[in-house]
């Protein structure tokens, strides 16, 4: 397979969870402490728009263990939190952009 190239397998990040349908007011704080309940939690970032520094209502969890976070997702995946139905599931590995023009 050339460089270029790469399998939607192979961008799988199995420890990386992606977070949506947040509420704009939960922090990372409020985030980590929910995925706790399942394993040890690496690091939990709700992501922000840069010019207005609000929320975009969707974040990402990193477990500790493939384990841990298979149960995060079975366990978070389509409940409420804070007030929204969360959707929780692998995180896919996006490429970014050449920006060399």
């Known amino acids: 397979m050339s460089a ?8 799988i990040v199995g420890k990386k969870l992606y977070v949506g349908n947040l509420s704009y007011n939960t922090s990372e704080s409020s985030l980590r402490n929910l995925f706790q309940n399942y394993g040890g939690v690496a690091s939990a970032k709700v992501i922000s728009d840069r ?4 929320s975009k209502g969707f974040g990402f969890v990193e477990m ?3 384990e841990e976070a298979q149960a995060a ?8 939190f804070e007030g ?5 599931n692998e995180a896919m590995d996006r490429p970014r952009n050449d920006r060399r023009y």
Do not use: A, Y
């Open 4 to 11: 270029g190239k790469r399998r939607v397998k192979d961008l």
């Open 51 to 54: 010019d207005t520094g609000m």
């Open 64 to 66: 500790d263990s493939d």
């Open 73 to 80: 997702i079975n366990g978070t995946n389509g409940t409420e």
């Open 84 to 88: 929204r139905q969360i959707k929780v």
